[in-house]
């Protein structure tokens, strides 16, 4: 296993008793986590407000404390909106994050309150002005393909640079408020360098504008710990806050950030039990391991093997002896597999009805979930305070 902080918490005793009252699959969130998550990221980023991205893990509780602890939101749709002004949430505090949208949602938005969109092409900044007069816009600038995003959000979100400074001008003559330039750097970004190129380019963007601008939207990207070292926020911190003064050296824009899985991954733990474990051939020495939880109830993010959790054996010692697996889920679909190039180290005797527990599955798991495919029900989430 490797070093996992909700392990090291004194709660995780508490949270694997929880789990063993309740069936698998399931997610347990230690909710204080996220909360000494956040207040941690708002003294190490104090240059930039927080917005949590609802979509990492959407649970009431969740948005009840962050609101309680001064975060806004960057909210995807309008089910996410109704859910948090439900909770009690002023819209002053939202933002409408999602560059592709319906112009009756752009007008629904607007009805509830909120005054900031995100943008990247004509047509939508033609929908915004139409259904959300007067409001403020800002564009998101295409970053290049990183590879070393582990779930990279390049391509289908943003424009270039030339584009942007065009949206702006069309803004600005259709009376909506261009105010500034967002970007993401890919989710989980292990090259912090990539921040400098993201700034560098706002910057230039800036300085060309027509319009003078104010507001910069750094997105995500900030990493959970999965089973290899990342640097600690920390160091992401003060790196970007670096980055930040050299291509901003003069009066500072407004930043702002909108963090999702560094402030709820590491908090969560998914427990599955071993359905089966199998060879395809008796010479084979990779064994199969077919789980209760699989790429459609929980484990979406090991879609091309991007996200590696850790896992852990509860009441094993951590020396029994280990090897390779393929690692699938419970559906009849070949799709179902979790990894298999890259070859998860499991106990040789483990056995049908055995728990494991995938370590900092707290973002992008439950909220990713299907509804019901093969029968199989939606990860059940509990929160753990
Ligand atoms: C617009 C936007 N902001 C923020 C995030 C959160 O990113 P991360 O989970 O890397 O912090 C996402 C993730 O998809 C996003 O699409």
Redesign the pocket.
């Known amino acids: 296993m490797y070093r996992n902080k909700l392990a090291e918490r004194p709660q995780f005793r508490q949270i694997l008793k929880m789990s063993e009252s309740l069936g698998t699959p399931h997610i347990i969130i230690d909710l204080e986590m996220i909360r000494d998550n956040y207040r941690r990221m708002k003294s190490l980023c104090s240059y930039a407000d927080i917005y949590y991205?609802v979509?990492?893990c959407p649970l009431d509780e969740i948005v009840r404390m962050l609101d309680e602890e001064g975060s806004n939101f960057?909210i995807?749709s309008r089910y996410e909106l109704d859910q948090v002004l439900s909770l009690g949430v002023d819209p002053g505090k939202l933002l409408y994050?999602?560059t592709i949208k319906k112009a009756e949602d752009i007008a629904y938005f607007y009805e509830k309150g909120v005054r900031y969109f995100?943008s990247d092409c004509e047509n939508d900044v033609r929908k915004i002005a139409e259904n959300a007069p007067g409001s403020n816009v800002y564009f998101r600038v295409l970053l290049p393909h990183s590879d070393s995003a582990d779930?990279p959000?390049s391509r289908k979100?943003g424009c270039s640079s030339e584009m942007v400074l065009n949206l702006i001008a069309l803004a600005k003559e259709l009376g909506l408020n261009p105010i500034g330039v967002?970007f993401?750097v890919g989710?989980?970004?292990r090259n912090l360098e990539i921040w400098d190129y993201a700034l560098k380019t706002t910057a230039e963007i800036f300085e060309k504008s027509p319009v003078k601008l104010g507001f910069v939207d750094m997105?995500?990207?900030?990493p959970a710990q999965y089973n290899y070292p990342v640097e600690d926020l920390q160091t992401y911190a003060n790196t970007i806050e670096k980055y930040i003064d050299n291509h901003f050296p003069g009066e500072k824009p407004r930043f702002i950030m909108?963090?999702?899985?560094?402030l709820v991954g590491d908090s969560g733990v998914l427990a599955a039990t071993v359905v089966e474990t199998a060879r395809k051939d008796a010479s084979d020495e990779v064994r199969w391991v077919y789980i209760d939880a699989g790429k459609f109830n929980g484990m979406v993010e090991t879609i091309d093997e991007s996200i590696k959790y850790s896992a852990y054996f509860p009441g094993r010692d951590e020396n029994s002896p280990v090897g390779p697996v393929i690692l699938a889920g419970p559906t009849c679909d070949s799709m179902d597999i979790m990894y298999e190039n890259y070859k998860m180290e499991m106990p040789l005797d483990l056995k049908a009805g055995e728990r494991i527990y995938f370590l900092a599955a707290g973002?992008?798991t439950a909220s990713y979930a299907s509804v019901c495919f093969n029968g199989f029900p939606p990860i059940g989430t509990y929160i753990y305070r």
Do not use: I, V
């Open positions: 991205a979509k990492a960057d995807a994050g999602n995100a779930w959000l979100f967002s993401h989710s989980q970004q997105g995500g990207g900030l909108e963090p999702g899985r560094s973002a992008y």
